[in-house]
Structure formats: structure tokens, C-alpha cells
């Protein structure tokens, strides 16, 4: 940069800043200001010319009242117009002025960009620099547009001045991060790898910066950099500090190169290449090696910059992961850094460790150190250490060691700081799940846990231990009788009393011998909770009074007359007034056996993963799951109640089952579930899949009439798979109904649409409302074949009241893979309906019927030209 003589100092911009110093109130300064601008304005506006001298002082002082916070809205022309000048002075605060406060958007960035067009060109090495730090500094796309074709062939050309390539590779990479489409990959990209061996070190800083960012986009085309990398990185790391003398930081050599190439390493696999993985790996062990020798200064910035190699270093073993004496090494070197007075270093150790706690070579030594992480959970003041060493203690559990990282987390658990208790209980909650030898041992710390920290227990945590006792017979009786002995402390939470209901509800029969537990002492310790908890847990307490009926009918008239109280039938929640009266009903009406088969116990739930997990991945943000979900399997654990649920990539779903109408449920998504409200508890309770979440669409009047109308016609190709041409199926060819075919009937115990039947010629869905006495009905149905149904005629048998309501009816050609929306019933009272269809295929007529509603369906009946059998069977 050229010198600044003495005559370019600028008197009236210092004084001008001496007077806004001497200012003693804000409103002098602001008068100060206003004169100024008045005066500036005032020039700029004169019929007499300035130099470039005044330009340049105006300028400074228009910048430097903007830096104070005012706004500004004239100068730039003039800035402007100082970028043509051939002073070096005068050029530097155009660009500063442009880069400070013209706006990427501005309308004179075209003037702009033929003045820094001009620059580029002159072959001035000081303009061109000035000209590349003004475009990285507005980066606006429209720049970018301008100029990115011209900054590659600057940064490899051979006549180009070292600070020339430097600012060039920083301005291409400001570009690219900005707008990476709008740098083309060319022939320069393998030239500029070759800037590795360039002999100016700031030339290869800012080369390595580019090429880290390019490489993760387009990795193939910067492999050759590797061995570069390696070369470089093996000439710094056995230099000593007098060899780099100009980049030397307190006796550590060329420490940020050195930090990046490391970096750059990691975006690639270790190398291919014997010789250079070799030399890589030696270089590594030196690295290791002088973190153990005595330090050659005590500045702190000695410490930092040799820390800083070193941590990445042990970030590229971590990477590479195949070199288990590194491995170990590293492991060691962090160990010695948990015990350091330096909070961040203690804290950088915590986190490295976390990840080597991940790998099969090393997760044995970061066990060794155990004792030490539990300490630093119990005695550091920092709470975001505490949070790393529960971290690292999370991710350094095994079956060996799980009973003791769980009690010391649980024990932290009753002190621990309000910000991470709701992660630390997720933590624990999944290590005993995971790590359970004993289920008794995974109830007792799950209880334990509601205990210490109810509020922060997730229903996410207390589902699945209602799940896996529910799947396990062998631990139900002592969660039975451990949830007993836990609800009868007098200050109990309400987590608690949810799980006591439940488990109670489904197993109490089980601890109903010992006098201490008989079925009134039960039902006295719930409903002593009852009138303490919220609408949801009531909801599920009456549940469990009803099962109680059934499990223990001693309890009947207690219940009962609990039913029958005013404080229930008339209750303000119409969901618990609702369950009163139902249950209440239910009891006095139904049979011993009705009721039985009505409040049997729950079946167990499907396997599936543990939604504990996915919870605390969203908690620990984006980039968290490989921390979380490391690869190190203990081939001896599993997940107690059972395997993972199949990926979509493994599950394949066969044509006949295809969903034409678009009727079947979707999938839940993985959102995190909403809070309960009394109206859906026992469907997240007592199934096996989340809850609806409530909407706040349209309203009832609005809903009831939306879901009826028919489904677009092209809404239903859309689910369909794209199955192979199947040959005009015959009667021969027709097989049973499909397996899920048993079970679609049921479904509408508690839903009003869905699929009503299936097999392999049709699909037959039902869109249902019902309203008190009134209700409305579609039926759709699916042609699943490859040809056309003819002489396509649906009919109704009803009794004689409901002819008059049938609004319409259809007969006709079926396509293929298309709906056909029928009919819609509007029913005034409850009756019985027979649903008839008849339709023709390859010649052949069938009649498809429903049998005894709701109980069985018989569809298909002989031929009436070939005799052959009924095509669906009893399903």
C-alpha cells in the first residue's frame, strides 16, 4: 500500500471530529451534525468545481457522521466519481464509501462496475486490490454477474502480484458463498490446487480457504489436493519457528495455515495412496507429540494457537477413524485437558471426547475416564460443561457401565440447572431403556425419574413405559405394585398418577391378593388424586374406574355411584360428562360378558423405535444425529420392546392393495406431539400410534359439508404406484381378498371414514357424517384392474322409510385405477343398509354384497354363464 504523505492529511476532518468529541450534550452534537451536512450540501451543489482533495474530505466526514448513526442520502455521485481519480487516497474512500453505504441494490452499480471494471484492467496492483475488496464487500449479484468470469483468470494467471492472487481468492469465495451458481468450474479449478505449492504463505492461506468451501460442492474436481495438502502441511509441521520467521505466532509456525489444511483433510476419506497417507500419519503423531512437550512461552497465545492444531488434529483422527493408535492418543492427550484450570479447554476436551465415544477403537479409554467426567458434572460452575460432560457420560454408556451413569445423572438430575434438566431426563430415559438387563431396575428408574423431575418428564417418556409393560408379562406385576407404592406419597405427580391409572387400570387384578392393594384400596388411592389433577388425567382416571368395574365387580357400586355424581354427569368439560355418562351406561346396561369383551386388556403395541430418541434430536437441533445416533452398536443390546420400524426402502406395498380412493390413513407425521387435551387422551393411552392433532380450520358447519364432497379426479392417481400391464384378469385369475381385508370393518368403531372393503377386482370406500340424528354418506368405488368394469350398477336395500333420502345414484363404465363416487344416504334415524353392486368383466358377471352388517361380508356368488366359484370368499 503506497505511503500517505504528510500533505494528505485532511485538517477540517479532524477538526470536525475534535468538535463532535467536545460535544456536551447530544443535542450539540446533533447541531453540529446539521451544520456540516448543510455546509457539504451546500458544496456539492456549488457551481464551482472541486478537487479531488475536497471530495475526499467531504466524503470522509459524510462516512464518519454515518458511522455515528445518522443517515445519509447524498454524496454517493461524488463518491462515485472519486473512484476515476489516480490518487491512491482518493480511490481508497470512494471504495470505502461504496462498501459502507451503497446498497447491493443501489441504481449506480453500473456506474460502479465500469469503474472497478477499469481498475481491473490497469494492471495497477494497488487499484486492482481495492477494486476485488469493493466487490467482496457489496457481493451483490449483480457484481458477481459482472465479474465472476474475470476473478478465476486473475487468480491463476502467471503475471499476477502475490496480494493480487490473495484478494482475488477471498473475493472468489466471498462470491460463491453469496451466489454459488454464478461461479463457473473450469480449467482454472485444477490450476488453482496448484496454488498449495505456492511460495507466499498468504497466497496459499486464502487458496486453502477457496478451496474448502469449492470441495464440498464438487469434490471430485479438487481430489488432487490432497496430497498438496499433506506436502505443505508436513513442511510447517517439522519446521521449526525460526524457518517461517514472517509466520510465526509465539514460537508456533504458520498456525491458521495450518488449522485449514487440517480442515480441508477432513472433507475427504483418508488417502488412497500409501506414501501420502504415511506422511499424513506422521505428521499427525508430531502434532501429538509437542502437545506433550513443555510449552515455550507462558503467553496465553502460545497456549491458543498450539491448542488450536491440536484440537484439529484430533478432529481429523476422529474423521479419518482408522488408525487405532491415534485413536487412543488423542484420547489420552484429552483426558489430560479435563482437569485443566482453562474452562474452555476443559470444555473443548468434553466435546472432542464425545465423538471419539463413538468409535470401536476408542470407546474403552474415554471409559476410563469416567470418574472424572462424573466429577465435573457434580463440581463445575459452568453450565455449559455440565451439560458436555452429560454429554459425554450419554455417550460413553454401555451395558457395563449403565447403572452407574444412570444414578449419578438421576442424582445431578435433583440439582441441575432448569436449561437442560428436560435433555437430561430424555438421556436417562433412553439409556435405561436401551441398557435395561432387568426390566424391574428400567421401571424403578423411569418412576424414579417422574419423581426427581415430573414437570420435565415428556409424555413421550411415560407412553413408552406404559408400551414396553404392556409388551412384557414378566414385569407388569411389579410395575402394578411399585406404581402403588409410589402414589401413596402425599405429594405425587401428575405424570405419576397417569401412569398409576393406566398400569392400575390394565393390571391391578395382578396385586390384588395382598390385602394392602385389594381392588377398594386401589380404587380409593386413584380417586384421592382425582380432584387434584387436569381435565386429560381425569379423563384417563375414569377409563381406569371403568376397567375396575370389570377387573374387580366388588367395586361396581362404588364406581358407580362415583359415575353417577352431579359433579360428573353435569360436569362443565362436556369430554368428562360424556365418559361419565358412557361408562356409567355401559356398566348398568351391558352384560358380564359384553363388558368383558369390551374392557379386555390392552394387546401389546407394534415394535417400533423408541420416539424418546427422535425427541431429543429435535431438542439438540439439526446436525445432532450423528452425536446421538452414533455408529458403535453393542451387538449384546437392543431396544426392550423390540426392533426398529422398517424404513420405507424396505417395506414394499403389493398392487392389490394400492389405495385408489386416497381413504386410508397417512402416515403421522414426525412432528412433536401437541399437549393432551382431555378429548384425545385415550387415544394416545390406549393405541399404538400418536393422537390427531386438533385443527383450527373450518368450522363444524364448514367441515361437515367439505369432507363429503367426492375427491378430485386426479387426487387418487396420485397415490397410486405405477404397476406393471397385467394381462385381462379372468375369473381364474382372481385370488382371495387380501390379508388386511379382515380388519378394515373395524376401523369404524370409532372412525367415519376409510376403506370399507377390499380384494383384488375393487376397493370400496366410505366418507360418512353424522350429526344426532342425521347423517350423510359417499361410497366411492375402485376399479383395481387393468380393463374396464361394464354394466357398473350400485343399489341400495333399505328399509322402506329411507327411499325417499337417496339423493343419487350412478350406473356405469368403471375405468381402470378410477373412482367412481355412487351414492350419498341421508339417514334420519339408524337403520340397517345392504350395499349391492353388479358389474361385468371379460363376460363375466358378479354381484358383490355385504352380509350381515357390521359383522361379516360375503362378496362374490357364481356366474351365470361359466359357474365359477365366488371370486372373494368370506372375508
Known sequence: ????????????????????????????????????????????????????????????????????????????????????????????????????????????????????????????????????????????????????????????????????????????????????????????????????????????????????????????????????????????????????????????????????????????????????????????????????????????QHSNAKNAILFETISLIIHYDSEPNLLVRACNQLGQFLQHRETNLRYLALESMCTLASSEFSHEAVKTHIDTVINALKTERDVSVRQRAADLLYAMCDRSNAKQIVSEMLRYLETADYAIREEIVLKVAILAEKYAVDYSWYVDTILNLIRIAGDYVSEEVWYRVLQIVTNRDDVQGYAAKTVFEALQAPACHENMVKVGGYILGEFGNLIAGDPRSSPPVQFSLLHSKFHLCSVATRALLLSTYIKFINLFPETKATIQGVLRAGSQLRNADVELQQRAVEYLTLSSVASTDVLATVLEEMPPFPERESSILAKLKRKKGPGAGSALDDGRRD???????????????????????????????????????????????????????????????????????????????????????????????????????????????????????????????????????????????????????????????????????LQTHILSTWSSPLAPARPLQVMMLKAPTPGPLLYLASLTMSGHSWLCRPSGWPRRWTVGRRCSRCSISSVCGTS
Not at 441504481?107 to 481498475?119: F, G, S
Request: charged share 20%; net charge neutral; hydrophobic share 40%.
Open 635 to 801: 451387538p449384546s443390546s437392543h431396544d426392550i420392546n423390540g426392533g426398529v420400524e422398517p424404513t420405507p426402502s424396505t417395506v414394499s406395498t403389493p398392487s392389490p392393495s394400492a389405495d385408489l380412493l386416497g381413504l386410508r390413513a397417512a402416515p403421522p407425521p414426525a412432528a412433536p406431539p401437541a399437549p393432551l387435551g382431555a378429548g384425545n387422551l385415550l387415544v394416545d393411552v390406549f393405541s399404538d400410534g400418536p393422537a390427531a392433532q386438533p385443527s383450527l380450520g373450518p368450522t363444524p358447519e364448514e367441515a361437515f359439508l367439505s369432507e363429503l364432497e367426492p375427491p378430485a379426479p386426479e387426487s387418487p392417481m396420485a397415490l397410486l404406484a405405477d404397476p406393471a400391464p397385467a394381462a385381462d384378469p379372468g375369473p381364474e385369475d382372481i385370488g382371495p381378498p387380501i390379508p388386511e381385508a379382515d380388519e378394515l370393518l373395524n376401523k369404524f368403531v370409532c372412525r367415519n371414514n376409510g376403506v370399507l372393503f377390499e380384494n383384488q377386482l375393487l376397493q370400496i370406500g366410505v366418507k360418512s357424517e353424522f350429526r344426532q340424528n342425521l347423517g350423510r354418506m359417499y361410497l366411492f368405488y375402485g376399479n383395481k384392474t387393468s380393463v374396464q368394469f361394464q354394466n357398473f350398477s350400485p343399489t341400495v336395500v333399505h328399509p322402506g322409510d
Open 1 to 300: 500500500m503506497p505511503a500517505v504523505s504528510k500533505g494528505d492529511g485532511m485538517r477540517g476532518l479532524a477538526v470536525f471530529i475534535s468538535d463532535i468529541r467536545n460535544c456536551k450534550s447530544k443535542e450539540a452534537e446533533i447541531k453540529r451534525i446539521n451544520k456540516e451536512l448543510a455546509n457539504i450540501r451546500s458544496k456539492f451543489k456549488g457551481d464551482k468545481a472541486l478537487d479531488g482533495y475536497s471530495k475526499k474530505k467531504y466524503v470522509c466526514k459524510l462516512l464518519f457522521i454515518f458511522l455515528l448513526g445518522h443517515d445519509i442520502d447524498f454524496g454517493h455521485m461524488e463518491a462515485v466519481n472519486l473512484l476515476s481519480s489516480n490518487k491512491y487516497t482518493e480511490k481508497q474512500i470512494g471504495y470505502l464509501f461504496i462498501s459502507v453505504l451503497v446498497n447491493s441494490n443501489s441504481e449506480l452499480i453500473r456506474l460502479i462496475n465500469n469503474a472497478i471494471k477499469n481498475d481491473l484492467a490497469s494492471r495497477n496492483p494497488t487499484f486492482m486490490c481495492l477494486a476485488l475488496h469493493c466487490i467482496a464487500n457489496v457481493g451483490s449479484r449483480e457484481m458477481g454477474e459482472a465479474f465472476a468470469a474475470d476473478i478465476p483468470r486473475i487468480l491463476v494467471a502467471g503475471d499476477s502480484m502475490d496480494s493480487v492472487k490473495q484478494s482475488a481468492a477471498l473475493c472468489l469465495l466471498r462470491l460463491y458463498k453469496a451466489s454459488p451458481d454464478l461461479v463457473p468450474m473450469g480449467e482454472w479449478t485444477a490450476r488453482v490446487v496448484h496454488l498449495l505449492n505456492d511460495q507466499h504463505m498468504g497466497v496459499v492461506t486464502a487458496a486453502v480457504s477457496l478451496i474448502t468451501c469449492l470441495c464440498k460442492k464438487n469434490p471430485d474436481d479438487f481430489k488432487t489436493c490432497i496430497s498438496l495438502a499433506v506436502s505443505r502441511l508436513s513442511r510447517i509441521v517439522s519446521s521449526a519457528s525460526t524457518d517461517l520467521q514472517d509466520y510465526t505466532y509465539y514460537f508456533v509456525p504458520a498456525p491458521w495455515l495450518s488449522v485449514k489444511l487440517l480442515r480441508l483433510l477432513q472433507c475427504y476419506p483418508p488417502p488412497e495412496d500409501a506414501a501420502v497417507k504415511g506422511r499424513l500419519v506422521e505428521c499427525l503423531e508430531t502434532v501429538l507429540n509437542k502437545a506433550q512437550e513443555p510449552p515455550k512461552s507462558k503467553k496465553v
